[in-house]
């Protein structure tokens, strides 16, 4: 059972917009702590996809979007594409574990 | 450019120990804190333990607490992970992070992983 929690799968068709929430509580996202956004391709390693809830490193396509409120954040991707498949996960930080948090990560399926 | 390569896993029996290995280039190591972040087989991913920039605090996870060790060896450019008493439950791919210095617990690059087997 994850610290964060995520649903276990979305889909979509292309074109279509997908949501992935990630929800906390009061020991990590709603004390304030930031949310990260980590997406992973079968066999690879997980690649930053947000950061501080809503930001994104450079090259990461603008149809990635993340928000914050309370202890919940969010993951959006518009304009959903095949190559969006893959498993995406929520990180954060929690104060009365004293280290990292994960979602159970989220499954992207493009239809 | 970044790298991250970690080494040393396999396949070890129930109980025994294991080093992991973590070498970096492309960027000040001694500037960095470096996470383990592990993932099971078919699992998500999970939290192992943080070393800070130079080495003077660490933190685990409770599953890791009191059977892990990580240090880590600046003028080498590397950092490493002792695993005690492995469990079956152990078994999974263990990847060294490197935490952005100006953003707390942002992983920002990951070494492609390890892959450690605990069984009998």
């Known amino acids: 059972q994850s610290v964060l929690t995520q649903p276990p799968s979305v889909s979509g068709t292309p074109g279509q917009t997908v949501t992935i929430s990630c929800t906390g509580n009061?020991?990590?996202?709603?004390?304030?702590?930031?949310v990260h956004w980590y997406q992973q391709f079968p066999g690879t390693a997980p690649k930053l996809l947000i950061f501080?809830?809503?930001n994104r490193p450079s090259g990461v396509p603008d149809r990635f979007s993340g928000s914050k409120s309370g202890a919940s954040a969010s993951l959006a991707i518009t304009e959903l594409q095949a190559e969006d498949e893959a498993d995406y996960y929520c990180?954060?930080?929690?104060?009365?574990?004293?280290?990292?948090?994960f979602g159970g990560g989220t499954k992207v399926t493009v239809l | 450019q970044v790298h991250l390569v970690e080494s040393g896993g396999g396949v070890v029996q129930p109980g025994k120990s294991l080093t992991l290995s973590c070498a970096a280039s492309?960027?000040?190591?001694?500037?960095?804190?470096i996470h383990w972040v592990r993932q099971a087989p078919g699992k998500g991913l999970e939290w192992v333990a943080l070393?800070?920039?130079?080495?003077?605090?660490?933190y685990y996870s409770d599953s890791a607490k009191g059977r892990f060790t990580v240090s880590r060896d600046n003028s080498k450019n590397t950092m490493y992970l002792q695993m005690n008493s492995l469990r079956v439950d152990d078994t999974a791919v263990y990847f060294c992070?490197?935490?952005?210095?100006?953003?707390?617990?942002?992983?920002?690059?990951w070494g492609p992983g390890t892959l450690v087997t605990v069984s009998a």
């Open positions: 009061g020991s990590n996202i709603g004390t304030g702590h930031d």
């Open positions: 501080r809830n809503n």
């Open positions: 070393i800070w920039y130079d080495g003077t605090k660490t």
């Open positions: 990180q954060s930080f929690d104060n009365s574990l004293s280290g990292v948090v």
């Open positions: 492309g960027f000040t190591f001694r500037n960095y804190g």
């Open positions: 992070t490197r935490e952005n210095s100006a953003s707390f617990n942002q992983l920002d690059f």
